[in-house]
């Protein structure tokens, strides 16, 4: 089907947000250019192809995966078989990737056939031509149930080869702290090499070599994180780790936080004396410390309910610290409103209209006539609007 062709109408019909998305990916094109154009020609790999344009690995793998995904199957040799690129799963659905599959596949089916119970998992991977090391992780990993199988037969036709498998009791008392915090906690597998000094790779083998039903366990706890509603903080996330702010984050705001907390700053002050980006930090405080804002607006509400701060905000702490001194002065020394307002630096109505609202006594014992009595008097005069 013949897609329609692009028209000045289109082009006028763009909003301000998707002319600037636009130009953003034109930006980020430009960027990698020289990156796309090694992993297009090449068979160099990612990392160096990143090293060698001074990128990173990791950004770099993310914006071959969502812009140029053609090119990853087109080198992993998976076809796309008239289906859209991104559409086309690099892994299947138990984690093997598409490419290893194929790789691996006659042979795993060679392991579990009686014409090949002679030979040894290495014969068999010398025979079709791969890795004997790879072959036998890839089916520790995900035919472990045929390496058993065939370990059985073997014995029992009186051809085994007497070598101990299974996970080594060194092995074992290395990483048995880690898997008891893996297991009772929802912490990462990075975060529990770190807490256990064990190295993140060779832990996380281990327990895709001997502990996969708990790595299913945590896989399905992870999936129904993913399905829950709205988050809270410190619940699990889909891709295992807390919905929480980064530790770079938090101390790179840490000072701000501290003064939005403790002080009655501004918030344009704040980012004045902190130097941290306003609306970053504005982010910042209404995802991860909505109570310190809600409390700063004066709005007596829980936490996670569904409001318009702005519109539902009350006596904010900065204002009433604006307004402190001079309605100070006013209880000690009732005068009319106008000559605090100017002694001190504000506007007569505005500091009037802020008097009635949230100091009405005192208002009252000043003979300031309260909000209603003034809206009645501008439906009466017709000049409410």
Same mark, same amino acid.
């Given at each position: 089907m013949q897609e329609p062709r692009l028209s000045i109408e289109d082009l006028t019909q763009l909003s301000a947000r998707e002319r600037s998305r636009i130009r953003q990916?034109?930006?980020?094109?430009r960027r990698y250019e020289t990156a796309v154009a090694l992993y297009a020609d090449t068979n160099t790999s990612i990392r160096s192809i990143a090293a060698e344009c001074g990128e990173s690995e990791h950004a770099l793998r993310a914006y071959l995966r969502r812009y140029w995904r053609e090119l990853m199957l087109r080198r992993y040799g998976i076809e796309t078989e008239g289906k859209d690129a991104q559409e086309v799963p690099f892994y299947t659905a138990d984690g093997q990737s598409c490419l290893a599959h194929r790789k691996y596949k006659e042979a795993v089916q060679a392991c579990d056939s009686i014409r090949y119970i002679d030979l040894n998992v290495s014969q068999v991977a010398r025979k079709f031509g791969v890795n004997a090391t790879a072959l036998a992780n890839f089916m520790r990993v995900h035919y472990s149930e045929v390496l058993k199988r065939r370990e059985e037969y073997r014995i029992r036709l009186g051809i085994s080869d007497n070598i101990r498998r299974g996970v080594r009791p060194d092995c074992r008392e290395q990483y048995a702290a880690a898997v008891e915090l893996y297991r009772t906690t929802d912490m990462s597998v990075k975060a529990v090499a770190e807490q256990c000094k064990v190295s993140e790779g060779g832990f996380l083998q281990h327990l895709?070599?001997? +502990?996969?039903? /708990?790595?299913? #366990?945590k896989k399905e706890t992870r999936r129904q994180a993913k399905l829950a509603g709205k988050k809270k903080r410190g619940a699990l996330l889909g891709n295992g780790r807390k919905y929480e702010p980064l530790p770079a984050t938090?101390?790179?705001?840490?000072?701000?936080l501290a003064m939005f907390r403790d002080t009655a700053l501004t918030m344009k002050e704040i980012v004045r004396r902190t130097g941290v980006p306003a609306e970053g930090f504005r982010f910042y405080l209404h995802k991860w +410390?909505?109570? /310190?804002?809600? #409390?700063?607006?004066?709005?007596?509400?829980a936490e996670d309910a569904e409001l318009n701060i702005a519109r539902s905000r009350q006596r904010m702490k900065t204002v009433a610290a604006k307004y402190a001194e001079a309605i100070e002065s006013l209880r000690q020394h009732p005068r009319p409103v106008s000559y605090v307002a100017r002694e001190f630096g504000h506007h007569p109505e505005v500091f009037r209209s802020y008097l009635?609202?949230?100091e009405p006594e005192l208002a009252a014992s000043l003979g300031l006539r309260p909000v209603a009595w003034k809206q009645k008097e501008r439906i009466a005069s017709g000049t409410k609007k």
């Open positions: 990916r034109y930006a980020l094109h895709r070599f001997y +502990h996969q039903p /708990l790595l299913k #366990e938090v101390q790179k705001y840490a000072e701000a +410390h909505r109570a /310190l804002v809600l #409390e700063r607006s004066g709005i007596v509400a009635r609202k949230h």
